[in-house]
């Protein structure tokens, strides 16, 4: 019998040796082969120590498991006593089922009743399997939301969903392996050898024996080798979805390029390394069937050969040659599937080497042990003598030290590089200080739970990705339990009540992926309307206007001004036109405090602020002047159009 297992493209990276997270099973790589260790600890999924209902299917699974390898190994002998008493030997059996009839019968009702109990056991453990999978799975999810904005600026989307996906399924494989099968397979082999001493003799076990360790040793020389071939499919396979998502993601800028074919010979080339390791894989599978094969011929053959010649001799009749022979087949049946078993689970852990790896990966910023929640009144915000790295050679902030008094609000402007969005993730702690302390309220930002910290901030970024859902899903993200007439009120407030009434759909129109379907003033109503709907005593407006045209960001400013009213806010600003009301203006330069005051005391310092107003001031009016010219140029045109039709046809 072949093995035809499954050679799906899978994953892997480095061993797994351990997680940071505590919940985390330990897993190690699957070069060391340390499968007994790694069930170990998978086992607290499997029998999980809150769900007594799982443990009782686990328990009636193994109790049908076990009543299905009995009957297994024992339907043979009624073959055996059928042909007996088809040649009319004694069979020794009560009269009422020597007949042949009732022995085919019997044979029958055996096997079903064989593949009865097996087909129970699996619908019994299946909700075992699937629970542990499902819980495995929201670990990781859970894990990769709590790793830092650093890991995810650097991750590349579709090779990380790839290695969720097959570590997911790799932990389904061995869970349902070898739990279902590989002990109890075992003891199968027992009760066979038994049978064969008990009826054929010892030196009939020891031919078995020998076959079955030659096979086994085969197999797992063969599985070992072909790991490495799985490894080199997985990473091909991996870099292959990367580079598609990441394509089909872009797939305006590939338009506006004209990169069509480029793109497409990119992705050929890693599906060309995946068509090579993947044949490699197909191959070894074929050598590896064929060794067993032969194994398994040979083995057979001598002990039907001694058989053949003991029924010659007097000493086995017709039956027993059959028998010997069932039986033997009936071996090859779970030595196949030990192949099976042996490369599912060492492929399994292939696969769920990287998705363990992931665990692996250490939360960069974590809540301290017997962190309070934030204790928020006013939402004073207070940056003292801060210091920042994202590399220690490369300093980004400078003892940058400020106030935000609780409902005023702050701009922080300054060129590009200057460190203005990096003050933002601070506040929304996406990264700890390396010098200096972030507070809200006198509590310092480290001392107290991430989650109470941003559940106090709102933010307008200046790129507003939505979900690719409907438009009513996207505000209410703001506040998941809001009512119908609280989300329509925060698109009032964001002045895109109106135009969401005229969409065919309302409220449920689709936004589509990163809500492309919207125009960038549109995604920005939307944005702020959540963050209405939010309702936080501190908000931060990160260049919420600044990709916008000079019309659409009047427009946007106006809703902004509404939604900042009474709230501390913080403004981080390109286009200095959106900050001159500010209670205070910050300049930033090189990551230090430049200037800071009014916009009239700015002005009047004539400094850095005043330049950037300037040359500010010149590229708005020359845009105005533009944008004039323009109309006047169409009007001329339609004047123009409408005088001549007023000439008279000479």
Same mark, same amino acid.
């Given at each position: ?27 190690v ?9 790694t ?6 999924y ?7 209902? $799982? ?28 042909? #007996? ?8 059996l ?8 009732m ?7 055996a ?6 109990f ?8 299946? =909700? ?22 650093r ?15 097959r570590g ?6 061995? @869970? =349902?392996?070898?739990? *279902? ?17 008990? %009826?054929? &003799? ?5 031919? @078995?024996?020998?076959?079955?360790v030659?096979y086994?040793?085969?197999? !797992? ?8 071939? =799985?490894?080199? +499919?997985?990473?091909?396979?991996? #870099? ?27 992705f050929?080339?890693?599906?060309a ?16 069937n064929?060794? %067993?094969a ?8 001598v ?9 010659m001799?007097?000493? %086995? ?6 028998l010997?022979?069932?039986l033997? +087949?009936?071996?090859?049946i ?8 042996y490369r599912e689970?060492?492929q ?8 363990f790896?992931? *665990?692996?990966?250490?939360a ?10 934030l204790?928020? @009144?006013?939402?004073?915000i ?14 980004? *902030? ?25 003050i ?6 996406f990264? #700890? ?26 933010m307008?970024?200046? #790129? ?13 993200y703001?506040?998941?339990d809001a ?23 309302g ?8 809500g492309?379907?919207?125009?960038? &003033? ?12 939010k309702?936080p005593?501190i ?9 916008l ?6 427009? !946007? ?9 009474? =709230? ?16 205070? !203006?910050? @300049?930033?330069?090189? &990551?230090?405090?430049?200037?800071r ?37 169409? $009007?001329?045109?339609v ?12």
């Amino acid at each position: 019998m072949t093995d035809q297992s499954a050679t799906s493209p899978q994953g892997s990276t480095d061993a797994v040796r351990g997680s940071q997270d505590p919940q985390a099973p330990k897993v190690v790589s699957a070069d060391e082969g340390n499968t007994l260790s790694t069930l170990g600890n998978l086992w607290p999924y499997i029998w999980p120590s809150d769900r007594p209902d $799982l443990k009782r299917r686990v328990l009636l699974a193994l109790f049908a498991l076990i009543i299905a390898k009995i009957v297994t190994v024992f339907s043979p002998y009624f073959f055996a006593w059928s042909t #007996d008493a088809l040649t009319g030997t004694e069979v020794g059996l009560p009269a009422f089922l020597v007949a042949p009839v009732m022995l085919v019968l019997a044979y029958n009702a055996a096997r079903f009743l064989a593949v009865a109990f097996n087909q129970l056991r699996d619908a019994l453990f299946a =909700r075992v399997g699937q629970h542990a999978v499902r819980q495995l799975a929201i670990l990781t999810f859970r894990h990769l939301h709590q790793l830092s904005l650093r890991f995810h600026l650097a991750r590349r989307t579709g090779g990380l969903s790839r290695v969720i996906e097959r570590g997911v399924k790799g932990i389904e494989s061995i @869970v =349902r392996f070898t739990i *279902l099968n590989g002990v109890p397979t075992v003891f199968e082999f027992a009760i066979m050898a038994a049978v064969i001493w008990y %009826q054929f &003799g010892f030196f009939y076990v020891i031919i @078995v024996a020998v076959m079955i360790v030659a096979y086994v040793w085969f197999t !797992i020389k063969c599985s070992n080798w072909r790991i490495g071939i =799985r490894r080199e +499919m997985n990473e091909s396979d991996t #870099d292959a979805n990367s580079k598609a998502i990441d394509s089909l993601l872009n797939f305006e800028t590939v338009k506006y390029f004209g990169n069509e074919k480029m793109e497409a010979a990119r992705f050929d080339v890693s599906m060309a390394k995946y068509e090579k390791a993947a044949t490699k894989t197909w191959t070894s599978l074929a050598w590896l069937n064929l060794g %067993q094969a032969v194994i398994l011929s040979i083995g057979m053959a001598v002990c039907m050969a001694l058989s053949a010649r003991a029924v010659m001799s007097g000493e %086995q009749n017709i039956g027993d040659f059959v028998l010997i022979n069932a039986l033997l +087949m009936q071996i090859s049946i779970p030595l196949n599937f030990i192949g099976f078993l042996y490369r599912e689970i060492r492929q399994g852990l292939a696969d769920i080497e990287s998705m363990f790896d992931l *665990l692996l990966v250490p939360a960069e910023i974590k809540d301290k042990d017997g962190a309070e929640p934030l204790n928020t @009144v006013g939402g004073k915000i207070a940056f003292k003598d801060v210091k920042f790295h994202y590399d220690p050679d490369r300093p980004i *902030l400078k003892g940058v030290d400020f106030e935000v008094p609780a409902g005023k609000t702050i701009a922080i402007v300054g060129p590009s590089g200057a460190g203005k969005s990096t003050i933002s993730r601070l506040l929304f702690r996406f990264y #700890d200080v390396t010098g200096g302390a972030v507070e809200i309220d006198g509590q310092d930002l480290r001392d107290v739970t991430q989650e109470s910290v941003r559940h106090v901030i709102g933010m307008v970024p200046q #790129d507003t990705v939505l979900f690719n859902d409907t438009i009513a899903y996207n505000i209410r993200y703001g506040r998941p339990d809001a009512s119908e007439e609280e989300v329509r009120e925060a698109a009032r407030m964001a002045q895109i009540h109106d135009f969401i009434e005229r969409l065919p759909n309302g409220y449920a129109s689709e936004v589509g992926e990163r809500g492309l379907k919207l125009s960038g &003033g549109e995604k920005q109503r939307v944005a702020i309307a959540r963050t209405i709907l939010k309702a936080p005593p501190i908000l931060i407006l990160d260049e919420a206007t600044s990709a916008l045209d000079t019309h659409t960001e009047r427009e !946007i400013q106006s809703a902004l001004d509404q939604v900042a009213k009474n =709230r501390t806010t913080l403004v981080i600003a390109h286009r200095l036109s959106t900050v001159v009301n500010a209670d205070q !203006i910050i @300049v930033l330069e090189a &990551g230090e405090i430049a200037e800071r005051g009014t916009h009239t005391e700015l002005l009047d310092k004539n400094g850095l602020y005043a330049s950037m107003w300037a040359r500010q001031r010149e590229a708005d009016e020359a845009e105005e002047r533009l944008r004039a010219a323009r109309e006047n140029d169409e $009007l001329g045109i339609v004047t123009r159009g409408r005088t001549a039709d007023y000439i008279p046809a000479k």
